[in-house]
């Protein structure tokens, strides 16, 4: 194959990946908004700014540590 030819297969290549990826995001978001990584972590999706963030998941612990913590700097 020329280089010209190698370019427009590798090209084609990054249009499916992207199709690939774009219709996987919208799989989830039309099945649910939060997703999983393999290390457990898990990311909610935010609609208003197109992306993924952790999801914080506070306990009764988490929310009185950062009351106290809060508090010993007002």
Not at 26 to 54: C, L, M, Q, S
């Amino acid at each position: 194959m020329s280089e010209e030819e190698d370019e427009v297969d590798e090209f084609e290549a990054q249009l499916r990946q992207e199709q690939a990826a774009k219709a996987e995001t919208n799989e989830i978001i039309e099945h649910g908004r939060v997703r999983k990584d393999d290390d457990g972590t898990e990311y909610e999706w935010d609609a208003e700014k197109k992306a993924w963030f952790p999801k914080v998941c506070l306990t009764l612990n988490h929310m009185a540590l950062l009351v106290t913590f809060t508090a010993t700097y007002l």
